[in-house]
């Protein structure tokens, strides 16, 4: 009965993508605060937009958190459809639903929007220019969102990392088990961030707005990521030292990591070479702010 009574004073979030990196680390941060409902591939699948009216027809959340995406860069290049089928036009319907039911839509993008021409790290009123499928379709998502609802956030982070998941540390993890030698990218700038520190900074403004979402007036984009940029190579140098001390004798402590640059490791999509994103609006309007990288991996080789 007094549990029936905190329910219902408890703010309703729904979050899609929940098998995910962010989705799965959210898991951690929401529970503890609000009624929280996870929907993943099965309950609600962003290539079929079709059945989405009627199947989030009985939610009345305060909050959508959309962490779903097709988010496989190489891949997106052979499955644009796919691609622009999950990233955008998913989005466009989820945009409207969430604005019909006056929802606030917490929505995740990348920094891949950005076409890297720059060497300064990217604040938010730079202009996007993506150079590859997937970034092209993130950015189409970010503009229904824009367009169709009144209260959003659009949180774009980058090089998102976890302990369970598949990301760029258990990729190399896995690739040290049948390669002596690793050729790293040195080229490409950005910043890695653990799926914990984004969930829980996530938690913390919808925390900070949760009262307040008629008045409030700091509906946008932000940038969420650590403070510090770094390469492939540094990521991956850094978190073989790491490793070291933790798991000396394992294939990932021996493997000979060599750096290597963009032009000479075809990959299948274009990448940008400096994308490092500055999180200062995040710090300035909410007052939270990421570890940078290093606590990052430490976290997730641990
Ligand atoms: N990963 C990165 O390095 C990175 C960098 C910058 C920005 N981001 C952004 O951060 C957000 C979350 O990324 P993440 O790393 O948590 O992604 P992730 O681990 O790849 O998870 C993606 C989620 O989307 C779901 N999904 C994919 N296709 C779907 C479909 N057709 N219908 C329904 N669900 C579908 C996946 O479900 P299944 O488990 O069933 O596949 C999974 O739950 C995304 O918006 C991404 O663009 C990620």
Known sequence: MVFRQVLKFMKKILVLGSTGQIGTAL?????????????NRNDLDFSDIESFSAKLKDFKPDFIINSAAYTNVDQAEDFKE?????????????????????????????????????????????????LSIYGKSKLEGEQFVEMNCSKFLILRTS??????NDNFVSKIKKLSKTKKKL???????????FSSYISEATSKILKQIEDNTENE????????SGSEAGSWFD??????????LRDPSSSFSQTKILPVASREFNQKAKRPNYS???????????????????????????
């Open 27 to 39: 898991k951690n941060n929401l529970t503890k605060w609000c009624d929280v409902t996870f929907l």
């Open 82 to 130: 796919n691609a622009f089928q999950v990233n955008s036009l998913a989005v466009e319907k989820l945009s409207k639903f969430a604005n019909s039911i006056g929802s606030v839509l917490v929505h995740f993008s990348t920094d891949y929007v950005f076409d890297g021409k720059k060497n300064t790290p990217y604040s938010e009123t730079e202009i996007p220019n993506p």
């Open 159 to 164: 090089g998102v990392i976890s302990k369970n």
């Open 183 to 193: 050729s790293v990218i040195n080229d490409q700038i950005t910043a890695l961030n």
């Open 217 to 224: 007036n700091r509906w946008g984009i932000y940038h969420m």
């Open 235 to 244: 990521f991956a140098i850094y978190a073989q030292k790491i490793n070291l």
């Open 276 to 302: 490092f994103l500055t999180s200062d609006k995040l710090k300035n309007n909410f007052d939270i702010s990421l570890p940078n990288w290093e606590k990052s991996i430490s976290e997730v080789i641990g």
